[in-house]
């Protein structure tokens, strides 16, 4: 299963934002990784825009590059526009999903969770972090993995009223994916239309 496992405050300090999670890194660090990171910097191209904005969103939500161009590809033929849509199949998938529910502090955790199987959809089982999760979906944690320390930690004092397309039961352990998120609930700083345009090149 491909993941990206190199340094992660280098690429945070490329963007200046923590889309890992928190950076202690970052916060002492606020300028880019290198011998010249923190001197004056030559104009980024137009290409160099659009494709820092595809390796933020990459990044972000922890695709690969193979991966990103089929879910691109996916957005693509769907009705809507592509950019929303392309976020959209992002913000479904079943790792992002356990991210967002604070099942998980971070999408790298949510996505260990989901390969561990400590994560079922509908009652089921499933261990694959790419699932697509569809409305009325209800997304859970494992009965034997209910008691484990880290998801205990990261639910505690976590705000589930701040994703309106996630309805959450404390009871149960489990979030209900009520409907797929408009782009302006999505949280993320993502310009997606420089995604689309570096595509369409």
């Known amino acids: 299963m491909a993941r990206y496992i190199g340094p992660k405050s280098k690429i945070a300090r490329k963007f200046g934002e923590p889309i890992f999670g928190p950076d202690k890194v970052l916060t002492r660090k606020n ?3 290198g011998q010249h990171g923190n001197s004056r910097r030559r104009k980024t191209s137009e290409y160099g825009i659009q494709l820092r904005e595809k390796q933020r969103a990459k990044y972000t939500y922890g695709v690969l590059e193979k991966q990103f ?25 079943l790792d992002n999903i356990v991210y967002r529910l604070g099942i998980s502090p971070t999408r790298a955790g949510a996505r260990q969770l989901v390969s561990h199987r400590h994560i079922v959809v509908n009652g089921r089982v499933v261990n694959i972090p790419s699932f697509t999760v569809k409305p009325g979906d209800v997304v859970g944690v494992r009965e034997k993995a209910k008691s484990m320390e880290v998801i205990v930690d990261s639910l505690t004092g976590f705000n589930h009223g701040k994703y309106p397309w996630l309805e959450w039961d404390k009871g149960t352990m489990s979030g209900k994916y009520l409907h797929v998120p408009e782009r302006a609930d999505i949280p993320e700083n993502i310009k997606e239309q420089l995604i689309v345009e570096l595509y369409s090149k």
Do not use: D
């Not at 161009?69 to 998938?93: C, K, P």
């Open 31 to 33: 300028y880019p990784p």
């Open 69 to 93: 161009r089929l879910t691109f590809e996916r957005a693509e033929r769907s009705r809507g526009i592509t950019g929303e849509v392309l976020l959209q199949l992002l913000e479904s998938r």
